[in-house]
């Protein structure tokens, strides 16, 4: 982009973060429009991806691996119910649907605890068997791709170690392993797993590397590494699912206009596992969160810089925070607020919900005053099924403001404001409360000692 914003110090000398390398254009306006209008132009998957020769599914040399006794694959089976997805050159993906690991997110429990909730909120709603395992790490792809200072083998390691965790979590319950099917949160830590195993499918080398370091863990199964026969995000689950969340909608959504952010993490990096639908904006656009929003009876509007990043970036946020925030307010909300006249914008990732809700206060300190709510799809999904907007949601977290969206969806926010009031002395007074049944909430894994667990009873009539 021209004209980054830079710091020049008392000597003059810049500081960017970006190296030397990195130098202002001096654009006029005029040539910083023409630079960046094709991003402007129609752009959809035909144009940017289906034109090119076809690329390699690597689960054909993953199946080919195992049977060579290489590695051992975690297969999704008939208790996980899978559902089949069609991804962007039309192969099958196989979307597990219970008996389900929840990978979390390390941005979304400090930054946005709704956004967990409402995904666990809504797999209670319908059904859905699932595991809160505790004993899980971040995915560490945060520092790769923000400072660099990662390596292959520390990802691949952590890749392997974690969905390794979810292939044994069941022992804890006296069920065996493969039980649990990992469900990852965050898109960024789905981006880094599918590139990583990549990896590891094609590199012999990284192979053993790897082992030695999962082999000291005991983090084998049979002395081989275990790789997942897909790695699948939340946005799929609800996408497979859409039809059964709507079956559970008790709010009228008809008269919101919203605007969707796909995340690059989520359909750009190993876009040939993307979900494409071409019942959904003609099969142009990724179908996640689209066909969601769409199946609840929002109005999907389209805009011109849908496949803008949000400005995040992970080098940018660290680096060059101001080339964030304004990309954020100028690329998308602004377009969204303007030309699409938006309520409301819909994500699918971590960064990039924080990044477009809690950066807009900046816009309104350099008179650019634009205000959006930033929510996620499941979130957005929970409202209108009936989720408490401040318990549950959580939308009190957010900076964007939320109430007109609540008004507009006939949410009586100042009345459930005073009820959650009400609600968090009780818990300040010692009251207990769970989304769930705590002891699905467990550690295990390796050196895992079991504890002596008794049935809670239920409590008496009327209580």
């Known amino acids: 982009m021209s004209n980054p914003t830079h710091r020049p110090s008392q000597n003059g000398e810049r500081f960017t973060g970006h190296g030397p390398e990195w130098k202002p254009a001096n654009l006029s306006a005029s040539e910083a429009a023409t630079a960046t209008a094709w991003v402007e132009q129609r752009i959809d998957r035909r144009s940017m991806l289906t034109n090119k020769d076809r690329v390699e599914d690597v689960r054909d040399a993953m199946w080919q691996l195992e049977k060579e006794g290489q590695i051992k694959v975690h297969r999704i089976t008939d208790q996980h119910e ?218 999907v509007i389209d805009y011109k810089t849908w496949y803008d990043c949000c400005g995040f970036g992970f080098r940018h946020i660290i680096s060059e925070r101001e080339f964030t925030r304004s990309f954020a307010i100028d690329r998308k909300i602004r377009v969204a607020v303007e030309e699409a006249q938006a309520d409301v914008m819909i994500g699918h990732d971590t960064g990039c919900i924080t990044t477009l809700d809690k950066n807009q206060w900046i816009g309104r300190a350099a008179g650019k005053p634009y205000e959006l709510p930033v929510l996620a799809d499941c979130q957005f999904a929970a409202l209108v099924c009936g989720a408490d907007p401040y318990k549950i949601v959580q939308t009190h977290w957010h900076a964007s403001p939320i109430e007109r969206l609540l008004e507009k969806l006939g949410i009586d926010w100042k009345a459930k404001k005073a009820e959650f009031e009400q609600y968090l002395e009780q818990i300040k007074s010692g009251a207990a409360d769970q989304l769930y049944d705590p002891r699905l909430r467990i550690t295990s894994g390796p050196g895992f000692k079991p504890i002596k667990r008794e049935v809670i009873p239920p409590p008496p009539p009327g209580e």
């Open 82 to 299: 899978p559902i089949e997805a069609k991804t962007l050159y039309g192969w099958t993906k196989r979307v597990p649907t219970t008996q389900l690991w929840h990978h979390k997110s390390c941005g979304q429990c400090g930054n946005i605890p709704g956004y967990p909730v409402s995904l666990l909120w809504l797999q209670n709603k319908i059904g859905t068997s699932y595991l809160d395992e505790t004993d899980q790490t971040s995915c560490t792809a945060w520092n790769y791709h923000g400072s660099g200072i990662g390596n292959i083998e520390s990802l691949a390691a952590v890749f392997l170690r974690n969905f390794h965790q979810a292939y044994v979590s069941a022992k804890a319950q006296g069920l065996p392993e493969g039980y649990y099917y990992p469900l990852v949160h965050c898109g960024t830590s789905f981006g880094n797993y599918k590139e990583v195993r990549a990896y590891l499918i094609h590199s012999a080398k990284l192979r053993e590397s790897v082992t030695k370091i999962l082999g000291k863990l005991g983090r084998l199964v049979d002395g081989k590494l275990l790789i997942p026969e897909e790695v699948v995000h939340y946005s799929e689950w609800l996408h497979v699912m859409r039809h059964r969340i709507a079956d559970h909608q008790t709010i009228d959504a008809s008269a919101v206009r919203a605007t969707i952010h796909p995340a690059c993490h989520v359909y750009k990096m190993v876009p040939e596992d993307a979900i494409y639908d071409d019942e959904i904006l003609e099969g142009n656009r990724v179908a996640v969160s689209t066909g969601l929003v769409q199946r609840l009876g929002a109005n």
